[in-house]
């Protein structure tokens, strides 16, 4: 029997999408959504299962679209993920569970990302809260209110526990609202999601920068266990020599997404963006400085084919009309009476692997050239800011808390998400949450049998 085509994903062209920021994928109309689902072989021994992070039934919720049971599959999925929708909209399938369908070898897998969206679309949100007799009772403080903060917050506040969320900003989401731009993940479908975690019970307190404006230390006495899922939001510093008296110093990559997406200082239109990194962070700056009317250039040490930003997000940033300099190395800032004007940068050639066994680079010496540039923003990569330790004996290691903590903070402070892993993936994070919040209810169950 031949394999059928995979439907084809209708988004919106990159000459309808450049002068907004609405969500670019249009998802499945419902006859789509049949056709694909039908495509399904449910497998006996479904590789894609094995594909996804969040370990989805994915057969099971495909079957019962099928069946026109959105709610029931809905309802299947948000035991497992409570940010159904948002991971439906930002998992990179092709390397996940698409990229585990069987089918994939054929180069049509089943296009699982689109109908678990229209899944999470359609189906009715209902609450989950676990039954009477398996509720704990406890008071646990959630320092940080992004997708593993929330997650975490869920699986807790459906168990009965008593939840406070701490966060630094005056939203919650964490760097899914402010760095996630709405042509990926609009933002309608984050606070829904959001609503529904918080109807469960958990409590936030908005506007409060734990480690400055309360130590970390008052929460022992508060707090039966405290869980830290602070996020990696702090971009690493990019400080380049200069051809005046002092150095220069980069704009932060989350700096300048986060100011966009609240409106909070915009650059004058048509001025030169030097991007540095080759990251989705570095792409989701080049894609908003198009759509606002900037001149986006991405400059990258290596190759693409060794950019770690999703091929997806490449190809669309080109498609937008972001420009890219490949085996490119800065090497100081170039200033005009402290202005900046660009940078003298140094070609690159691709050397031996290195730990991650991804190819090195080496400077070309004597290859110096200009570029020209009206702002250099560096998104190189992200740590933890580590202010919310303040008066802590708690250390980073490599910019990102230890899993387990020792001392005095031993089976009392737990962390979580890429405050632990470094930037990664939404389901990943979730996990995450989801994960350490069970580590805290078994304690709670034992200490309250």
């Keep these: 029997m031949p394999i059928q085509e995979r439907v084809k994903l209708r988004?919106?062209?990159?000459?309808?999408?450049?002068?907004?920021?609405?969500?670019?994928?249009?998802?499945?109309?419902?006859?789509?959504?049949?056709?694909?689902?039908?495509?399904?072989?449910?497998?006996?021994?479904?590789?894609?299962?094995?594909?996804?992070?969040?370990?989805?039934?994915?057969?099971?919720?495909?079957?019962?679209?099928?069946?026109?049971?959105?709610?029931?599959?809905l309802s299947e999925i948000l035991e497992i993920n409570p940010f159904s929708a948002t991971c439906a909209r930002v998992c990179p399938y092709g390397f996940q569970c698409e990229g585990s369908c069987v089918l994939n070898k054929t180069g049509r897998p089943i296009a699982i990302g689109a109908i678990h969206r229209f899944i999470s679309d359609y189906g009715e949100y209902r609450m989950k809260m676990v039954d009477d007799d398996k509720k704990v009772?406890?008071?646990?403080?959630?320092?940080?209110?992004?997708?593993?903060?929330?997650?975490?917050?869920?699986?807790?506040?459906?168990?009965?526990?008593?939840?406070?969320?701490?966060?630094?900003?005056?939203?919650?989401?964490?760097?899914?609202?402010?760095?996630?731009?709405?042509?990926?993940?609009?933002?309608?479908?984050?606070?829904?999601?959001?609503?529904?975690?918080?109807?469960h019970g958990a409590k936030i307190k908005n506007n409060i920068v734990v480690g400055k404006d309360i130590p970390l230390k008052e929460f022992f006495n508060m707090y039966d266990y405290i869980i830290l899922a602070v996020g990696a939001s702090k971009c690493w510093s990019l400080r380049l020599s200069s051809n005046e008296e002092n150095d220069f110093f980069a704009y932060s990559a989350i700096e300048f997404i986060e100011n966009y997406m609240f409106r909070k200082k915009i650059f004058d239109r048509t001025l030169k963006i030097l991007i540095i990194g080759g990251g989705n962070t570095a792409i989701d700056v080049g894609r908003i400085s198009i759509r606002e009317d900037l001149v986006p250039t991405i400059i990258y040490r290596r190759g693409k084919a060794q950019m770690p930003a999703l091929p997806k997000e490449i190809e669309e940033a080109e498609e937008e009309g972001v420009k890219f300099k490949f085996f490119e190395v800065p090497k100081r800032a170039i200033l005009e009476n402290g202005k900046f004007k660009g940078i003298e940068a140094l070609q690159a050639r691709l050397g031996a692997p290195d730990s991650s066994g991804r190819p090195s680079f080496e400077v070309i010496e004597g290859s110096e050239h200009f570029i020209e540039g009206d702002v250099l923003v560096?998104?190189?990569?992200?740590?933890?800011?580590?202010?919310?330790?303040?008066?802590?004996?708690?250390?980073l290691e490599r910019g990102l808390l230890p899993h387990d903590f020792g001392g005095e903070y031993k089976d009392k402070i737990f962390s979580c998400g890429d405050a632990v892993s470094g930037p990664s993936v939404v389901v990943k994070a979730m996990r995450s949450g989801l994960e350490v919040a069970r580590d805290v209810i078994g304690r709670l169950k034992e200490r309250n049998p």
Excluded: M, T, W
Aim: glycine content about 10%.
């Design 378 to 395: 560096s998104a190189i990569g992200q740590e933890v800011d580590s202010e919310v330790l303040a008066g802590c004996d708690i250390h």
């Design 11 to 73: 988004e919106l062209s990159a000459e309808d999408r450049i002068c907004n920021y609405n969500e670019i994928s249009l998802g499945l109309s419902e006859k789509e959504l049949e056709y694909e689902a039908n495509r399904c072989l449910q497998c006996k021994k479904p590789s894609c299962i094995k594909g996804c992070p969040a370990g989805l039934d994915i057969p099971r919720f495909i079957k019962l679209s099928r069946e026109k049971k959105f709610n029931e599959a």
């Design 137 to 199: 009772s406890g008071k646990v403080a959630i320092i940080g209110g992004g997708i593993a903060g929330l997650s975490a917050a869920y699986e807790l506040s459906r168990s009965g526990v008593d939840v406070d969320i701490y966060e630094s900003r005056p939203v919650i989401g964490g760097l899914a609202r402010v760095s996630i731009p709405p042509y990926r993940l609009a933002r309608e479908v984050l606070d829904r999601e959001i609503v529904y975690i918080l109807s």
